[in-house]
């Protein structure tokens, strides 16, 4: 999906001039890649009107970047098809908030709770963990079992009959097992403890049962959540609408969490199914699951094409809440924050540097890496630092060994020699400006790292002006003459190590002005 749109705007911005046609190619080819992912029939058709509403080409005085306003009307309608355009409720930090999850069975709310609650407390709060799921034998071990090892306080019963004991049908036991009143103890509880983060996680039933929204209704009723949070499975893709609907209707939904975007999961429903296997061949994961995340979002998150609410066919936005996570995973850091600009940026192949420097903070902690972050914010690269950096990367060893490389010399190894390091980036490289669908070629470390040295003994060779230049123009014929000599390597050498840096200086610039957040802005969510 990303590949054809972002495509379809290359196309548009490599042609001389931008009349309709140009405009309408564009258009159609976006509007088949939306349908083909599933997203339904009118919000596409109202994105391709209200483009073209806003992009009136008459209109445009010469002077205007006619390639420029289409990119941006294009970004804006696919951030709004995907976003209902209020944010949901946001628990505080020391603050008691009480989340309730709710979903269908299978659907990953246990997992999700945990998810949920191990991310806050990595963030310094206090999460707790209520089971409400009174009717699955086994929910409470599951969630008993996922909060003790993830070190997060607990609540609930063991509902399950023991098989060994005669029940005795005429007593009250059955209170035991009353969702409602378990919910109701365990937040009180938690209250009590002072916990900022009382999640509560409930029952849900295959199908969408009477009985199953009754209960809904009645633990929202009792414990008053500041947010319920419907969890989704991915591969529902459209039938998500009817779903979230159902759930909308008994409980207020505030908030979207959808579930096994990793393509691993056992059991995946038909579209996923699909859309893993034959795309992936294709055009490789991230397609497919962009896909299915675009299909999954519009038909539960939007709040598009509000202008037909009369019209009883248009199915628009079940639960107008924004998704704010997905999970990528059975582990519990297999989860993600999610966020709707960006997201589009990437589909659109426009790069995403707010989710770059978000996750620089992520893995590089700010006081090692002050000084690094700072040139990076005044945007002037200098042979100097390229050649630090250098230092750096030759100093962490083979890439593939390290997991926790700082972020940013991994971004310098992969523009300068692109070089592959492990999956678990390949997120990471999707957020930068035409890494967009590429996947770098695996393997290559030894072959870069020689690179590195041979660059580095050039740079040897330069004066101080040289190395703390910005100005590219410095380098003429002479000196890289005098460099060659000095290294006894040839010319052509020396420029293609002064091609890479221009290359490096280039996207460094881009950088240039971002807000760099102080210690203690990081942990704040
Ligand atoms: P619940 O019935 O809604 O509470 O669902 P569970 O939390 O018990 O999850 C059902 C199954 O889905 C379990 O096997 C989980 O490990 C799995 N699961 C949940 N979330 C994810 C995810 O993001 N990715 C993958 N691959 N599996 C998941
Ligand atoms: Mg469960």
């Not at 896909?291 to 009369?310: M, P, R, T």
């Not at 523009?415 to 999956?423: G, H, K, P, R, Y």
């Not at 050039?458 to 003459?481: A, F, G, V, W």
Request: with cysteine; hydrophobic share 40%.
């Amino acid at each position: 999906l990303g590949g054809t749109i972002s495509r379809a705007l290359q196309q548009m911005s490599n042609a001389t001039i931008i009349d309709e046609k140009v405009l309408n190619d564009c258009l159609n080819e976006i509007t088949r890649a939306l349908l083909q992912s599933d997203v339904q029939f009118n919000l596409v058709r109202d994105m391709q009107k209200n483009i073209k509403k806003i992009v009136n080409l008459d209109d445009l005085a010469a002077g205007h970047n006619k390639r420029k306003i289409i990119q941006q009307a294009i970004f804006n309608e696919l951030c709004k098809i995907l976003d209902p355009g209020k944010p949901s409720f946001t628990p505080k930090k020391g603050k008691t908030s009480v989340i309730m999850f709710v979903g269908l069975q299978g659907s990953g709310k246990t997992t999700t709770c945990t998810k949920y609650a191990f991310y806050h407390q990595k963030k310094g709060w206090k999460p707790a963990l209520v089971c409400a799921d009174t009717f699955r034998a086994g929910a409470f071990d599951q969630l008993k079992q996922n909060a003790t090892k993830a070190k997060i306080p607990f609540y609930g019963r063991f509902s399950c009959i023991p098989l060994f004991v005669e029940i005795d049908l005429s007593c009250n036991s059955y209170t035991e097992s009353d969702p409602v009143r378990i919910a109701v103890e365990g937040v009180e509880r938690f209250k009590k403890e002072n916990c900022d983060l009382i999640i509560v996680d409930t029952s849900g039933r295959h199908k969408q049962e009477a009985a199953l929204f009754e209960e809904m209704r009645q633990v929202s009723e009792a414990t008053k959540p500041d947010l319920v949070i419907f969890v989704m499975d991915s591969s529902i893709g459209q039938a998500a609408f009817d779903q979230a609907q159902a759930f909308k209707q008994s409980v207020a939904v505030g908030a979207v969490i959808i579930t096994k975007m990793d393509g691993h999961a056992k059991g995946g429903g038909a579209l996923s199914a699909r859309a893993r296997e034959v795309e992936f061949e294709q055009w490789g994961r991230i397609w497919s699951w962009e896909k299915v995340l675009v299909s999954c979002i519009s038909s539960v998150a939007s709040d598009y094409g509000d202008v037909h609410k009369d019209d009883s066919h248009n199915q628009v936005a079940a639960t107008k809440s924004p998704v704010i996570f997905i999970g990528t995973g059975e582990h519990m850091d297999e989860f993600e924050v999610f966020d709707v600009k960006p997201f589009v940026s990437r589909l659109l192949g426009m790069g995403d540097w707010s989710g770059f420097m978000d996750k620089i903070q992520e893995v590089v902690p700010m006081d090692q890496q002050p000084e690094l972050l700072q040139k990076l914010s005044e945007g002037n690269f200098t042979l100097r630092i390229m050649y630090e950096q250098f230092q750096n990367i030759l100093k962490m060893g083979p890439i593939g060994q390290v997991k926790c490389i700082p972020i940013i010399y991994i971004y310098i190894y992969i523009i300068i020699f692109d070089v592959s390091a492990q999956e678990h980036l390949e997120k990471v490289f999707s957020m930068l400006p035409g890494f967009s669908q590429e996947l770098m070629p695996k393997g290559r470390e030894k072959e870069s790292q020689a690179k590195i040295k041979r660059y580095m003994t050039m740079m040897d060779s330069m004066t101080n002006e040289e190395l703390d230049s910005s100005n590219p123009k410095l380098m003429n014929e002479s000196r890289i003459m005098r460099i060659a000599r000095g290294c006894g390597r040839p010319v052509r050498d020396v420029m293609e190590m002064l091609e890479e840096y221009k290359r490096l200086a280039k996207i460094w610039s881009k950088m240039k002005g971002l807000k760099i957040p102080k210690k203690g802005e990081m942990s704040a969510l």
